[in-house]
């Protein structure tokens, strides 16, 4: 059974997975704050626009969560890594997957949404719903909670219409066992390596040669141009000593707090249940109202709500619990709905009342105290950070605006720096393609090759590198390229000419191989060619990476040897160019220790979810080959988006 996990687990499963997962794991969490944005319009799916500042937005938010996910990622692999098309192809899904979902008559109430914001962790305290929590971290996201709300609705449909075909996919026990046979069966080869590396030592360069290549191959040994570049900074925490919160101050907006959360009804909730009479093709307003009066009055004849919920109401996901709801707090339900509750007494029934979604009877059961509002000693210190940053904001914000206008009314930053009373900072010669801290964001590498400061040494414009955080950059002086002196490269081409005349002997003695197994030569005779002895590996399993993979997969892609045989001779180049000729001496199928009933079960569930995983892939291409898609690739360069 391990062998088993190895091989679906292993390099060619997570390439897999990364296929699948890849275009939709940009969407999760993240796809709650995408907005809609400005910019050129970059895709249209069915009608929906996708723009370019939604693709960028949605790019740094990917690269800032693979960020913290590891920190000493470098820059330049993430960035090569998430890519804006890439990016733009999983927007392209989601929206597909969204028009599939709402034409299958797929389903996820706001009010559905509202019971699942209860449970985020991120939005809780102490174990329970915070109204307070929630609306802080929504705001700083720059969202509101309809905003949310949506893209909570929009990802639940995903997953639904994902589910659908994910989760109705098995695997048979026949099929089990042809995918042990070949996941577990390991396999025993001989092999021998001409290495290229070690061939490099049979041959010696001289310095007429290395010059030789220099003159010859001028350009490949050419310094960049560089420049010096002058800037200026602007940031939140460089105004928080500028700003002082007295013990009043805090006071004060405790106060404001306290106020808001009980003119809200924030620190109580009701226990809630419900029947819906839902408004459908088959049932206008009118008879809907007639099936809720026909409810209510089955309750006042005796009948119990939980009773009545289960025969009347059209919510599947409470008429079986009794209408219930749960205990909601003001504004997780819609207007109509808030306005009855608030009138109701524990106990009592509502008259019928009309929304987007139907006819509702409502019950409120037990009205409880949520929340109490933390004592000001508690949230003081919460306060005093929040009204100094705010007011450190403040004071950013209005220098902001200062600088703006002067970095564009003057030629240089002398003066712009002056009046707002920030430092000019310069740096060394540096190359536009490795910029030094604080200068490395992508934005500011995007000016800096602009025509505006890079051909006519105008400032730049102010630069939001990061939440708080601006940067205006010029170009004081600059060095054009040249080449680099030979004794600094000397080094470099040597083992490069190494290098070529190592694989040029390495391609003659391949050719040479090929002749002597043609002739039937044995795996002896190549050593003897290569000059170098016969080595052997035993129990290889696929997807391994010794004595390296391109072996191991050559090595399983041979037909199955009879028992005592051995298979052809076969040559390969690895990775770094070596070659190796190798053949399989034995070959042993998996399946030789049978599994429990519930290792079995697990194995079949797995194989059952990669084959869904395969099916809904083939779901998603058949949508794109079939959806109205109309890409707009070259407007996802700002470079182009006047063009």
């Known amino acids: 059974m391990q062998e088993f996990r190895r091989f679906v687990r292993g390099p060619v499963g997570k390439v897999l997975l990364a296929a699948i997962i890849l275009p939709f794991v940009i969407s999760g969490f993240y796809g709650y704050f995408t907005g809609g944005g400005s910019g050129d319009v970059v895709a249209e799916v069915e009608g929906n626009k996708i723009t370019r500042s939604v693709v960028n937005q949605r790019v740094e938010r990917v690269r800032d969560m693979l960020r913290q996910q590891s920190p000493n990622i470098d820059p330049s692999m993430l960035d090569s890594f998430v890519r804006p098309e890439m990016v733009l192809e999983g927007l392209v899904n989601e929206q597909l997957i969204l028009a599939a979902a709402d034409n299958a008559k797929l389903a996820f109430s706001e009010k559905q949404a509202a019971r699942d914001i209860y449970q985020v962790p991120l939005f809780q305290e102490n174990g329970r719903f915070s109204e307070i929590r929630f609306e802080r971290e929504l705001r700083s996201r720059g969202l509101t909670p309809q905003g949310y709300i949506q893209g909570l609705r929009q990802d639940m449909l995903k997953e639904q219409y994902r ?122 307003l009118e008879q809907a109202q007639t099936r809720a009066t026909e409810a209510a009055q089955a309750i006042a004849a005796g009948g119990s709500f939980a009773e009545v919920a289960a025969q009347y109401s059209d919510d599947p996901g409470s008429a079986d619990a009794g209408g219930d709801l749960g205990v909601v707090s003001k504004g997780a339900l819609p207007e109509e709905m808030e306005e009855a509750i608030a009138s109701l007494e524990p106990g009592m029934v509502s008259d019928p009342v009309v929304t987007d979604a139907g006819v509702h009877l409502i019950k409120v059961s037990d009205v409880v105290r949520e929340q109490d509002l933390p004592t000001l000693e508690e949230l003081a210190e919460q306060i005093r950070a929040d009204l100094k940053q705010g007011r450190a904001e403040t004071l950013l914000n209005e220098d902001v605006a200062r600088l703006e206008e002067l970095l564009y009314e003057h030629s240089d930053m002398t003066v712009p720096a002056e009046q707002v009373g920030i430092e000019v900072v310069s740096t060394d010669w540096v190359s536009l393609s490795s910029l030094p801290e604080p200068l490395s964001a992508r934005q500011v590498q995007q000016a800096l090759n602009s025509d505006q400061v890079r051909k006519d040494r105008h400032n730049s414009d102010l630069i939001e590198t990061a939440p708080g955080e601006y940067l205006a950059v010029s170009i004081l002086d600059d060095k054009p390229a040249e080449p680099l002196p030979l004794e600094d490269v000397s080094f470099a081409i040597r083992e490069r000419l190494k290098g070529e005349r190592a ?20 795996l002896d005779e190549i050593a003897a060619l290569f000059e170098t002895g016969i080595e052997e590996q035993e129990g290889l399993q696929r997807g391994g990476a010794e004595p390296s993979m391109e072996v191991v997969n050559g090595a399983f892609a041979l037909p199955k040897t009879a028992k005592g045989e051995s298979s052809a001779i076969e040559l390969t180049r690895v990775g770094d160019g070596s070659l190796v000729a190798y053949q399989v001496t034995r070959v042993e199928d998996g399946n030789a220790e049978p599994l429990s009933d519930a290792q079995q079960q697990a194995a079949l569930l797995e194989l059952g979810n990669i084959e869904g995983q395969r099916n809904f892939r083939q779901v998603v291409a058949l949508l794109r080959d079939e959806g109205d898609v109309d890409l707009n690739l070259q407007r996802l360069s700002s470079s182009s988006a006047d063009q």
């Open 163 to 284: 589910s659908g075909f994910m989760a109705t996919n098995f695997a048979l026990p026949t099929e089990l066992q042809e995918q042990r046979r070949l996941g577990e069966q390991v396999r025993d080869i001989r092999y021998v390596t001409l290495d290229l590396n070690a061939l490099r030592s049979d041959f010696s360069v001289s310095d007429e040669d290395i010059k030789a290549y220099y003159d010859q191959n001028q350009a490949e040994f050419m310094r960049p141009e560089e420049f010096r570049v002058a800037y200026v900074k602007l940031s939140a925490q460089d105004y928080t000593d500028q700003v002082s919160v007295s013990e009043e101050d805090v006071a004060a907006e405790y106060e404001v707090r306290r106020s808001i959360m009980e003119e809200s009804g924030a620190s109580t909730a009701r226990k809630v249940a419900h029947i819906l009479v839902e408004i459908n093709g088959d049932r206008d």
């Open 503 to 522: 694989a040029d002997r390495v391609q003659e003695l391949s050719a040479q191989a090929e002749e002597k197994l043609q002739q039937g030569a044995s």
